[in-house]
T-cell receptor, first 115, second 109 residues
């Protein structure tokens, strides 16, 4: 069966520090991968999505970046965190079914507090 | 991307049915209607999805209007564990899953 792993669960970082959040999917190949962010009391904002290795699309311009060095690994990074980067970060995946609608599966999330 | 409109919040008594509405008047013919729910401090989980016909699964039922401009998620007997934020999303090939603010469901014991 397929599983998604996301870590760390919580993170407290000072303003201006770098960030690296990692997500891996097991039990499938060539998944579509997503990074979402949820500010406190708000809905989910799509940040990045990827349909393959080194194929990243950005939805919102900001000081975050994403990379996909391996088929089932998705990394969210920042060189210098801002206070506004605080939030609940979620990784998600769907199978690539060539256009058929399929479920979106989420990881357990990372609660990031930038102080 | 097509938009959906949901009430911000709803309440239901425990063990009673709940009907969560969603309007999507600009839906295209190939947009799928997805529903997800999010418990506090967790990632959203899939509930149900459909295209044109009504759908049933072990979690809920999805009723889709004949013109597809609206849909309703039906929880047949609300439990306290159903208290969550429910998101209605349209998905189409080449598009992504865009979440709005959803409906916060409170279940009253």
């Amino acid at each position: 069966s397929q599983t998604i792993h996301q870590w760390p669960a919580t993170l407290v970082q000072p303003v201006g520090s770098p960030l690296s959040l990692e997500c891996t999917v097991e039990g499938t190949s060539n998944p579509n991968l997503y990074w979402y962010r949820q500010a406190a009391g708000r809905g989910l904002q799509l940040l990045f999505y990827s349909i393959g290795i080194d194929q990243i699309s950005s939805e919102v311009p900001q000081n975050l970046s994403a990379s996909r060095p391996q088929d089932r690994q998705f990394i969210l990074s920042s060189k210098k965190l801002l206070l506004s980067d605080s939030g609940f970060y979620l990784c998600a995946w769907t199978p690539d079914l060539g256009g058929r609608s399929e479920k979106l599966f989420f990881g357990s999330g990372t609660q990031l507090s930038v102080l | 991307d097509a938009k959906t409109t949901q009430p911000n919040s709803m309440e239901s008594n425990e063990e009673e049915p709940v009907h969560l509405p969603c309007n999507h008047s600009t839906i295209s013919g190939t947009d799928y209607i997805h529903w997800y729910r999010q418990l506090p401090s967790q990632g959203p989980e899939y509930v149900i999805h459909g295209l044109t016909s009504n759908v049933n699964n072990r979690m809920a039922s999805l009723a889709i209007a004949e013109d597809r401009k609206s849909s309703t998620l039906i929880l047949h007997r609300a439990t306290l564990r159903d208290a969550a934020v429910y998101y209605c999303i349209l998905w189409n090939t080449g598009n992504q899953f865009y979440f709005g603010t959803g409906t916060s469901l409170t279940v009253i014991p």
